[in-house]
Every structure is written in C-alpha cells, then in structure tokens.
C-alpha cells in the first residue's frame, strides 16, 4: 500500500511549487472577478488566450511539484513518463497561448483580426506537440528515479524539435510585442514593457534551464525554478492588462532596494542566532524573532530610505517626498508652491494649474464626482479602445482634454463629498505619463491642504471684491463728478429749468449704475448659492428685455448698440434677479470695449431645440484668444483688463447650473465672442407667448426720442466727439501757445472730465482711447504732457509709456490710474514720473501741471473763482 499521506508532499521545492499553484489560481479569480466588475467580454479578446495561459501555467506547475514528493519513487517510473509528459504539454500550450495572446493583443491594437498566417503556425506547432507527446518515446523515453527531485529523464529523438517549437513561439510572442511598441500610445508602451518583461523573465528561464541544464547538461535539478518563476510573468502581464495607472520603473527599483536592504540588515543578527541551533530548538526562538522583525520593519525601511532614494534619485528624498513636503509651502504662498510642484513634475511653467470647480464644462465634476477620483488623459485613450461606442461622455472628456492639451484632472473634495477646485495639469515637459507614485503623491497632499486652498480662497474674494469694488465705481463716481460740473456751467450761464432737470436726472442715474455695479460684485463674491433662488417659468424674450432695460448704461448712445432676440422665443425656469445679474455681468463685459472697438455690437439671439434651448449673447469685441479661452470661468481670472474681481463669469456659471443649465464661450480672436447660455426645456410648459410682454423696444425708444428732444449730453466748451477708433484733439484758437497735454483712457467720461478742467485751466489737450492710439499720436503732434491710465485694451498704458519714453525720455508721463496693486504701482514707480487718482479733481491737475509744465503757460490762464476740489 502507498502512503499518500501529507507527508509525501511537505518537501520545500513542493512546497514552494504548490504555494505557487495556490497564488496563481487566486490571481485567476481576481482576474477573471475584474473583468466581470468592468463588463468586459471574454470570448474573442485577448482575454481568452490569457485565461487558456494561466490554466496552462496551473498545470505546468502542479506536474513539476510531482517530481518534488515522495510520490514520485513511489508510483515508478511509467507514472513519471507520463506526468514528463503532461508537463511538456501544459508548457508547450503555456506557450503557445501566450503567443495567441500577444497576436490578439497586436490585432486589437491595429483594430484587425489575427493574420492567417499567425493562426497557422498555432495550430501546427500544437497539432505536432500533440502528436509526438502521444506518441510513445518520441519526447520521453524513460524516466530514471532515485528518490524525491533526484531523477534523469532520457529523451526521445523528436524533444530537440519540440524545444525548437517551444523557443519559435518565445521569438515570436517577444516581435509581436516589439512591434505593438512602434507608434503605439504612452499607455501601451508601458503595458507592452511590463509585459515583455514578465515574458522574458518565465519564457528564458524556462528555456534556459529546460533546453540548456536539462537537456544537454542532464541536470536536472533545477527544473522546478521556472515554474516557480512562472508567478512573476503571471503578475507583469495580468498586472499590465487590468491596470492603466503604473509605478516608474526607478520608483519600483528604489521600493526593492530599500526592501533588500531592509533583509540584508535583518539577517546579519538573526542568521548568527538560528544558525548555531539545532533542528529541535530553532522553532522555540522562530516565533519572536518573526514578531521583531514585523515591529522593526517599518522602522529600518524609513531608516535605510534615505540611502535607497540617494542611489536610485541621486537625492536623499524620493519625488514622492518631495511632493508631500511642500505641505508647508502651500501655507505660506499657495502660488509659488505650485511653481515647485510643477518643477517637481516637470511640467512647463504656468501648465499646472488650481481652479474652482467650475472650470470649462460641468461634466469634468460629474464624471469626477461619480466614477473616479482623477481623470487622465493616457487612461481615457484606453478605455476608447475597450468602451461600447454607447458611452459619448467618455468621448466628449477625451476630446476636451486633447483640445485643452490637458494630461492630468484631478479633484478636491470638500465638505459634503463635493468637489471645490481642480487640479489641471498639461502633458510633462519630458512626454512621460504621471506614475502612479505621482498620482496618489498629489491625492494626498491635495487632501492635507484642503483647508489651506479654502481659506485663501476666501482671503482673495475679500481682496477682490474690495478692489473690484473700488476699480468698477471709479466710472459711475467720475460721471456724477461731471454731471455737477456741467449742472454747474449751465447754473452760471442760467440754463433753462428744463435742462438742469435734466442735468440732476443724469446724475441721479450714474448713481444708480454704481448701486448696480456693488449689487453685481457682491452678488460674485457672497457664499449663499444660486440655487436657493424661487424659480418661476417666463418667456426668454420677456426676461431678456426686462434685464437689458433696467441696466444703468454710461450713455444712451449705448442702447443703440444692442441687438435683442426677434424670434425663436422659449420659455424657461428661472430666478429674475439671477438672470439679470448673468444679464448685467455679460452687458458690463462687452461694453468696457465699445470706446475702444467703436463699431462693436452686442446681439442678443436664440436657438430652440428638442432637449435644450439657447440664448446667446454675442459681442464683435476684439474676441478671446484660444489659448486662454479655457480658463474664462476660472474664478479670480480676467482677460485683458484688470481690477475687477474676475469672479463674474464663474458667478454667471453657477447661477446657469442652478437653472438645470450652463454656459459656454465661443470666440475667435479678432471677430467676435459668443456666450451660449443653455436651459433645459421646460415640459408642459405654456406658449412664450403667454408669458411675454414687450418692455425693453418700447423703452428704448422712449429712451432715444427723450435723447433726441432734450439734447441730454451736454459738452463742455471746447469738447470734441468722435466715434471712429482714432485719436481726438482740443486745440483752441485763442490757445495756440497754450501747452498741450494728452489724455490716454478708454473711458470716455473719464477723458471728458479731465478736458473740462484742462479746458478751464486754459491748457489745450488731445485724446486717445488706448495705448496704441497714444502713441501714434504722439509721432504726429507736440505733446508737452501725458496723462496715461493704465489698463486698456488693445495696448496697456505701461507697455505705451515704454515706447513713448524710448522716443522722448524728457516727456513727463503722469499715471492718471486707480490702481493699488503693488506690482501696478512698483510699474508706475519704474516708467512713469508720477501718479493722479481717478477720478481727478481740478485742484489735482492744476498741481501736475504746475509741476511738470513751463512756469510762463499759467499767466495767460484763465482764473478760478472758487477752489475746486
């Protein structure tokens, strides 16, 4: 009788084989448990040959552990024949399916079938192995045994053709992966490396050991290394299959030197313990010494880190380290800690980027939200290739960060699992995917400065609102300023009743404009959220006209300039109040550029559509550069101007989400800008018709006749209009030997009021609406003095003061700005030679020019009667 008992497998190559055994087949089910959570289809994809592989390696395996018991004596030697031979089989179909595989996977990459002849040399090599592995001694003749793992094989004239077959399909398994490496994705290189080196390490030392040691050394006691080798290829090759994330190459390198590390410091003191005991005693020591080490091990693997990272990095912090230290950075200066980070990732300057969470599209946070915790560029392209076509939102993220050239989104949650901000990156300097070391480095540190992002959050909107604040009221308070000053000329001259009424009446709607302007910038910078807002249905048109007509504009020339929806009316769910704040925000944006872009136009229109509905409003402006277009609804982000909060258009964005809808721009540089507002329709809903009643037509021409009738613009003396682009002048006769100064602003009513008091001050003046006019005028007349403001479109004031210092350095250039930004005013300081606060007074300009201009230029001025201030 045999005794099969466990004693006749507890020799340690069996053990090793059979613990081997036991890990694979749990990987199979996990893999297998993988697919299935993705709903992957395994019939007629790469999956399958793997599968058949692993099923293959479980039996390769479990006949070599066979060699390695007691059972091999035991059973004899026609027992052994045929387990060599079972052996020969489950390795040459391990190798024949991992060929299959790499042929699937080369197919599936160039979206084609696997060639015929592919195909063809499969069924061949298996037909033949088939043949001369069932075909008494063609591969294994006889099995000579003398006890467990100490056996000769004596092979069969055909085993060198089958070990020819077996190195065939590692040749070619190995080209079918090189190739899939040519103009393949930076995903796919990755995963084709991991793979080529799982395949090299099992299929060489297979190869070696089988063909070389056994075969022409006939030792053959080294048989049982590559199937035990064989988990490593299972782990490279199932590990590149299921995951797209990766660790670098130098992160896993230093993660195993520190590890060997580690071993090599522990067995030094516990090899001179257990080696001077004996078999009885070494287990009463065992346990304890396995307890020290698992308390220990932490210890010295932080320890000896330092040395690992310095061989592997050359520094003695690995990037994951470096990542999470700048914890600290980010309390001091949150900018300048993302300048390191982006240097630590090697991303290009200015490419790594923290925005609010309503950057661009609303469906990064939604997919963010509920399906993963980082969207990567490299991923998405994969799951394009294994994705139903049905699912176009993964299209539509995949379009939108190649249009963006974005690598890398990756969210800050906050209270409540929503996401608050956006980490957004471009591609790497070097073209390198992010690691998964990287990826989970930045989850972490994003996670411990959460709070440190909110609170400087809402440091910058009170510092924005207070210079919002100050910078937007400057135009409504320099208006009233001149309306008193006009209400005063035509008090002195004894105007009619009629029209100082009239004069009171417009400064009493320059101060409405400014509670409008505080409404809106406190509306952008409050924390209540738009949805909290009722919701009632009305017709578009109706709220349209309703927002347009109660905007205080600067002039009723402006009105002129408004093109409202015609046709195509739908009826939304919307809150009046927010609506016309998006209303006001866009209206305000548009017209800061009509001085300088006079032919510009503002349309209103709409589009009806069975699931969506639109409103668009279109500015011909000077448009929205494409490479910045992105970053429009960022909050704290302004284009082309400054000392606005730069929160308005995030504002409007999350207003248009509480409505059930959104805003997108579109533009083109040069041409126009458009603003799509989306609402969702409305079921059931009653006709617009019902819901409209025509106001903003009939008041604005109620607006136009009262202008007509009344002549509401009233000019001081020797004020000249114009509305063509080019620059204007104030020359007087009487003043020909007056000096001549230049008034740079793109407000007009801010260069009106400085002419009226230059003009009283007896000083000739010329006006430009931006930098670029400015200068050319300046090449065509005398100018004795310059008053420049300093943000403009087209050419800003310090970019004009360079080129026209350059040509005339003795000209005095005066900042007539109300900037209080450090850096504005250190720019002022380097190219201007002094400052005037706007608005200015007459009193203000009267010491500039007292200054800065010939002192004999005065006598012949007119006299004050009463100090202005």
């Known amino acids: 009788m045999f005794d099969f008992g466990l004693e006749a497998i507890i020799y340690a190559k069996a053990i090793t084989l059979l613990a081997t055994v036991a890990v694979v087949v749990m990987w199979l089910f996990y893999y297998c448990y993988r697919l299935k959570q993705k709903n992957e289809v395994i019939a007629g994809t790469h999956h399958a040959p793997y599968i058949a592989y692993s099923i293959c390696i479980v039996a390769w395996i479990s006949s070599n552990a066979y060699f390695h018991t007691d059972l091999l004596p035991e059973l004899g030697a026609s027992a052994a024949v045929f387990t060599a031979k079972f052996a020969n089989l489950a390795s040459f179909f391990a190798f024949a399916f991992a060929y299959y595989f790499s042929c699937k996977l080369a197919a599936e990459q160039r979206n084609g079938k696997v060639h015929v002849w592919q195909q063809a040399i499969f069924v061949t090599l298996t037909v033949y192995s088939f043949f001369i592995n069932l075909s008494p001694g063609l591969t294994v003749e006889h099995v000579t045994i003398s006890g467990p793992s100490q056996f000769v094989i004596e092979f069969g004239p055909h085993t060198p053709y089958f070990f020819i077959g077996m190195i065939s399909f590692v040749v070619l398994t190995l080209l079918n992966l090189v190739a899939m490496r040519s103009n393949s994705s930076k995903l796919t290189l990755a995963k084709t490396n991991y793979m080529i080196a799982g395949i090299l390490v099992f299929m060489l030392s297979t190869a070696t050991i089988h063909l070389g040691m056994t075969y022409f050394l006939r030792d053959f006691s080294l048989t049982w290394l590559p199937p035990a080798l064989s988990i490593s290829e299972m782990l490279f090759v199932g590990y590149a299959l299921l995951t797209s994330r990766f660790f670098s190459v130098k992160y896993l390198a230093y993660m195993s030197l520190n590890a060997l590390l580690v071993c090599a410091i522990l067995v030094i003191p516990f090899g001179a313990i257990f080696i001077p005991l004996t078999d009885d005693s070494q287990w009463l020591v065992a346990i304890p010494i396995c307890a020290i080490i698992g308390i220990t091990w932490h210890v010295l693997y932080k320890r000896v880190s330092h040395y690992a990272s310095f061989f592997v990095y050359g520094n003695k912090k690995t990037p994951v380290q470096q990542i999470l230290s700048l914890e600290e950075d980010f309390k001091l200066s949150i900018d300048d800690a993302m300048r390191r980070l982006g240097s630590l990732l090697q991303i290009p300057e200015d490419k790594l980027r923290l925005v609010n969470s309503n950057y661009n599209e609303t469906f990064y946070e939604d997919y963010l939200s509920t399906n993963k915790s980082v969207l990567v560029f490299d991923e998405l392209s ?488």
């Open 382 to 869: 994969q799951e394009l290739d294994y994705t139903a076509p049905a699912k176009r939102s993964i299209k539509a993220l995949y379009d939108k960060m190649s249009s963006n050239n974005t690598a890398l989104v990756m969210p800050l949650f906050g209270q409540g699992k929503s996401v608050t901000h956006l980490l957004v990156s471009s591609h790497k300097s070097n073209d390198k995917m992010f690691s998964n070391e990287e990826i989970s480095a930045l989850q972490t540190l994003l996670t411990r400065v959460q709070s440190t992002i909110e609170a400087d959050r809402r440091i910058r909107q009170s510092r924005a609102l207070a210079n919002s604040i100050a910078h937007e009221m400057r135009n409504p308070l320099a208006q009233v300023q001149l309306h008193f000053e006009v209400l005063k000329q035509h008090i002195d001259n004894q105007a009619p009743a009629k029209q100082i009424l009239k004069d009171i009446e417009n400064g009493q709607a320059a101060i409405q404009r400014g509670r409008q302007l505080i409404d809106i910038i406190l509306r952008e910078v409050s924390d209540s959220t738009p949805e909290h807002g009722p919701v009632t249905m009305t017709s578009i048109h109706k709220a349209v006209d309703q927002a347009v007509s109660h905007y205080g504009f600067e002039n009723e020339k402006i009105i002129e300039r408004i093109r409202l929806p015609q046709h195509a009316d739908f009826v939304a769910k919307l809150n009046e109040t927010l609506f016309n704040f998006v209303i006001f925000n866009l209206i305000r944006n548009a017209i800061y550029y009509f001085d300088s872009y006079p032919e510009s136009q503002i349309e209103i229109s709409t589009n009806t559509g069975p699931y969506e509905n639109v409103l668009i409003f279109r500015d011909t402006g000077p448009g929205i550069d494409e490479a910045i277009a992105h970053k429009i609804f960022d909050d704290f982000f302004s284009y082309q101007k400054s000392g606005g909060s730069g929160l308005g258009l995030g504002y409007c964005q999350r207003v248009m989400r509480s409505f059930g809808g959104r805003v997108e721009c579109h533009s083109k540089l040069g041409e126009f800008t458009e603003f799509h507002l989306y609402f969702p329709v409305v079921p059931n809903a009653p006709k617009a018709d019902a819901l409209r009643t025509p106001y903003f037509n009939d008041w604005k021409s109620n607006q136009t006749t009262t202008e007509n009738k009344s002549n509401v613009e009233v000019k001081p003396d020797n004020q000249a209009e114009t509305q063509s682009s080019e620059p204007t002048s104030t020359l007087t006769p009487e003043n020909h030997l007056a000096p001549t100064v230049l008034i740079v602003d793109d407000k007009e009513v801010q260069r009106t009021l400085v002419q009226m008091y230059l003009s009283r001050l007896g000083v000739n003046s010329l006006q430009a609406k931006n930098g670029e006019n400015a200068v050319e005028l300046f090449k065509t007349h005398k100018v004795d003095l310059i008053l420049m403001d300093v943000q403009m479109p087209i050419m800003n004031g310090f970019d004009a003061s360079q080129i026209i210092k350059a040509r005339s350095p003795q000209t005095p250039i005066i900042a007539l700005s109300g900037e209080s930004g450090q850096h504005e005013l250190d720019m002022i300081s380097k190219l201007m030679d002094g400052r005037l606060e706007k608005p200015t007074s007459l009193n203000a300009l009267q010491h500039v020019l007292d200054n800065w201009l010939e002192k004999d230029w005065a006598s012949n001025a007119p006299k004050e009667t009463e100090d202005e201030e």
